[in-house]
């Protein structure tokens, strides 16, 4: 388990002060934390971010001449789209506020900085000095601060439709240009349009919600067939379990057997469990967005009847045979995992059957949809947000603790890859750097070490930090001091 934890608003905070020294608008609160994963919760939520850039970069460095490019054998299904851009209604909804909003748009990050673009144009008043309220019309950018400087990870969400609960701030030496700075992100439309919420603070820490007193449902348990592992589905990580709890593991088993059968409709008893879900399926349910539309909170859920719903984009028969391919895929890559082997022996030989399947999707740097999980088991591709969160989907299916690490550069660009738990040490390991030596064959960075991050430069300008829901800081004294064998 995670021993330390530090709030990346602790980070943020310092940063945050500094960078509006001269400006105005309701700062972050955050303390910090000693307790296990996802026990607490600070800032930001929804998860860790990829490489963002508007043009291709480099990765996976340093020895891109052994990654393969190559674009996937067999081309994706057609799906809904998740990156087009946000079509502006002409009706302008009016905002007056002194700081508090809510906003769903998109985020984007350009020459010129992150950005802000509101579903619809926001009539904004801004009261944060009485006696200066500023008005902004018809406003379709406001400028977001780059993510070293509030703490607020971004690059996951490019192109994504969000909902935003943050604050508005302008410098006292600049009125014209304003600020959107996010207390919580939350993927999809979760509000019928943009408000204002005098009240809004940031978010509180929660207690840890999961009760392992209390048995999860059966149909959780690890899986084995012939001796072997295989991939279930129903399964959640334990950072899931803490940020939602043990009622939610019976709403999960339902809806994802819904799924599996080609159902269309769940009871869904708590609204939280509709808000969070697409966020929870991007970590623990890689095969939905294949076979059915993106799931969207204000689309998909009935508050009235406390259900959601399923749309699927294929006739049954084609569901089920996508179902099948990604079964297949799952299990032939835990083939040598077993129960009689150590953690540290699955670990290994799944990072190996992993790595050596995978290659490196440059297109997804800005076709974002081909960044999404499903496309490493039905294609073999992806980025490093994709093989971090499959490394650890695979892991969750032979019962190893994991969580997500990411650093971000000065160039806008990021990148994650995985923390696992053996032996109760905590170990980085990160297939997308496999690939660039003998095409994923080795462990040169399997289980390595805070010094090793340190050595290849992956440590970015805030340091390293980490968690599926919540950002935070990890300190060097988190990770085992001595690596893993290779």
Request: charge should be negative.
């Amino acid at each position: 388990m995670f021993k330390k934890r530090i709030f990346m608003a602790t980070a943020f905070a310092l940063l945050f002060s500094l960078f509006l020294s001269s400006c105005v608008g309701g700062g972050v609160q955050q303390p910090t934390d000693t307790s296990v994963i996802s026990g607490t919760e600070p800032t930001s939520t929804v998860p860790v971010t990829d490489e963002v850039t508007t043009t291709p970069t480099t990765e996976p460095d340093p020895a891109v001449t052994d990654v393969t490019t190559d674009a996937p054998v067999t081309e994706p299904p057609a799906t809904d789209p998740v990156t087009e851009p946000v079509v502006v209604p002409a009706e302008p909804v009016d905002i007056k506020t002194t700081g508090g909003v809510v906003i769903v748009g998109i985020i984007g990050v350009d020459d010129n900085g992150w950005y802000f673009t509101p579903e619809q144009p926001l009539n904004i008043t801004f009261e944060y000095f009485i006696d200066k309220p500023t008005v902004y019309k018809e406003q379709t950018r406001i400028s977001m601060f780059a993510p070293k400087d509030d703490g607020v990870e971004k690059a996951n969400y490019l192109g994504h439709l969000v909902t935003i609960e943050g604050t508005l701030r302008y410098y006292r030496s600049d009125f014209e240009t304003l600020y959107f700075a996010p207390y919580t992100i939350k993927f999809g439309k979760t509000v019928p349009e943009s408000y204002a919420d005098e009240d809004l603070m940031p978010p509180t820490p929660d207690e840890n919600l999961y009760d392992p007193s209390q048995p999860l449902p059966e149909q959780m348990d690890l899986m084995v067939e012939d001796g072997h592992y295989v991939f279930n589905l129903y399964r959640v990580s334990e950072e899931t379990l803490q940020r939602m709890g043990n009622g939610f593991a019976e709403f999960y088993v339902a809806f994802v057997d819904a799924f599996l059968n080609y159902k269309s409709e769940v009871e869904c008893p708590e609204k939280d469990y509709a808000e969070m879900l697409s966020t929870v399926m991007i970590h623990d349910f890689p095969i939905y967005n294949a076979c059915a539309q993106p799931f969207e909170f204000v689309k998909h859920y009935n508050a009235e009847q406390k259900t959601v719903k399923i749309h699927y984009l294929y006739d049954e028969a084609k569901h089920k045979e996508i179902i099948e391919q990604f079964f297949a895929s799952a299990n032939a890559m835990l083939a040598d995992a077993s129960p009689n082997n150590s953690d540290e022996q699955n670990a290994k030989l799944i990072y190996h059957s992993l790595c050596t399947r995978m290659t490196y999707d440059y297109s997804a740097l800005v076709d974002l949809e081909r960044k999404d999980n499903y496309y490493a088991y039905l294609y073999n591709s992806g980025v490093c947000i994709t093989f971090a969160n499959v490394y650890n989907q695979l892991l969750t299916s032979v019962g190893i603790n994991t969580s997500l690490a990411y650093c971000d550069f000065p160039d806008n660009t990021s990148h994650s890859w995985s923390i696992i738990v053996i032996d109760g040490k905590q170990y980085f390991c990160d297939p997308t750097y496999e690939l660039s030596y003998d095409k994923g064959a080795g462990y040169r960075f399997f289980g390595i070490t805070y010094a090793d991050r340190i050595a290849d430069g992956r440590t970015g300008t805030m340091g390293i930090r980490y968690g599926r829901y919540f950002l935070y800081t990890l300190t060097t004294d988190m990770i085992a001091e001595t690596a893993l064998a290779k």
